[in-house]
């Protein structure tokens, strides 16, 4: 009888599903229990034979792969892969292939692929800022990330998505491995607003993205709402906040993440804008990263806000001086957790805009 390798046998169970209630393993107090649910549902994620799901073991290259392979439905069959270890015969040969082929995933100079090796945070960033569309990149205050290094760029466009967000001593540990639980977080945080809505600092101004917020502007009433737009005008686009009339004609679109430095708003592919700096505290001022608008100052905390929706009582009131050469008037905005911003007046008194629902 012809024994199958150890990886030919890991990645046999992995094909061989149970129900994430009935693992062994997996309690509903787990970290990333929803998540692992999710993907399961899905037919993503699979436990093993032996009734466990084993969340806090580390994912491999050829795991990942597969995790993937079937969230993008690619051809399983078996087959060359061009990796020097990775032979047709390799259960995980087809899902490899396919992955190679669509740019998702590379191998090593000397022309392997290690599907046993535990994947790295710095591999997950790689893999997943090529699997899911990310129009904007977050600037990076990681203490163990720098500019020059290759995985800069995918980790900016992944803190963007809130597909991550570090850990608390602002370091990322690009060389840590992944478990499979953290690894089923990261890809249930591409796909469903409601995950990202996980990956967000303490005390975080973002809105929740499983929510319709609408304001009543100078220009009419306006719905931001946070959904999925494979492209617009030619191009690629993924999740963004769409603003649209209260008839729900789009009017723009735009994004709207957060670091442990700041809180940004923008455009997709065009300008972004600072609205607030962290830590927060009264005197603190910034300039916009465009040269189209006036320096802003945090000018109150704790302040109370009345708009149609509700009265808020732990506002930040940031002001933006007058510049006629900006046209800016001045005006004062406030922001408050968990709601962005929820107001802002004109120097004079005129209300430009304020929250009046959420949905």
Not at 33 to 51: N, W
Not at 66 to 79: A, E, N, P, S, V
Not at 98 to 124: C, F, H, Q, V, W
Request: proline share 4%; with cysteine; net charge negative.
């Amino acid at each position: 009888m012809k024994k199958l390798s150890i990886s030919a046998c890991l990645v046999l169970m992995l094909s061989l599903a149970i129900p994430v209630q009935a693992a062994s393993d997996l309690a509903t107090s787990h970290l990333f229990y929803e998540e692992i649910s999710y993907l399961v549902d899905r037919d993503v994620l699979s436990g093993y034979p032996d009734g466990t799901m084993r969340p806090d073991t580390g994912v491999t290259r050829a795991e990942a792969v597969i995790m993937m392979g079937r969230l993008k439905g690619f051809d399983r069959t078996q087959r060359n892969t061009g990796f020097s270890d990775v032979p047709s015969s390799h259960k995980a040969s087809g899902y490899i292939a396919a992955a190679a082929e669509a740019k998702l995933i590379k191998g090593y100079p000397d022309g392997s692929y290690r599907p046993n090796n535990t994947i790295t945070r710095a591999e997950m960033a790689f893999i997943l800022s090529r699997l899911y569309i990310v129009p904007f990149r977050a600037d990076i205050s990681f203490t163990d990330v720098s500019r020059n290094m290759k995985v800069y760029e995918p980790i900016q466009k992944i803190l963007a998505a809130n597909i991550t967000i570090g850990y608390p001593d602002n370091t990322f540990r690009p060389n840590d491995t992944v478990t499979r639980g953290q690894f089923a977080a990261f890809l249930a945080r591409g796909l469903e607003p409601k995950f990202k809505n996980d990956a967000t600092i303490k005390q975080s101004y973002l809105r929740d993205k499983t929510k319709t917020y609408v304001y009543d502007t100078e220009f009419g009433v306006e719905r931001h709402v946070y959904n999925y737009v494979p492209s617009r005008n030619g191009l690629a686009m993924g999740y963004i906040w769409s603003i649209n009339t209260k008839d729900d004609i789009l009017i723009t679109d735009s994004v709207e993440f957060e670091t442990s430095t700041h809180y940004t708003f923008g455009m997709p592919y065009s300008e972004s804008y600072t609205e607030l700096e962290y830590p927060v505290k009264i005197g603190q001022n910034w300039y916009m990263n465009t040269m189209y608008a006036a320096p802003r100052e945090v000018t109150n905390i704790g302040v109370t806000v009345k708009t149609p929706y509700r009265t808020f009582t732990n506002a930040v009131e940031v002001t933006v001086a007058a510049n006629s050469e900006l046209l800016e008037k001045g005006h004062i905005y406030y922001m408050v957790e968990g709601f962005g911003e929820v107001k802002s007046v004109d120097l004079d008194g005129t209300i430009t805009k304020e929250l009046i629902a959420i949905e």
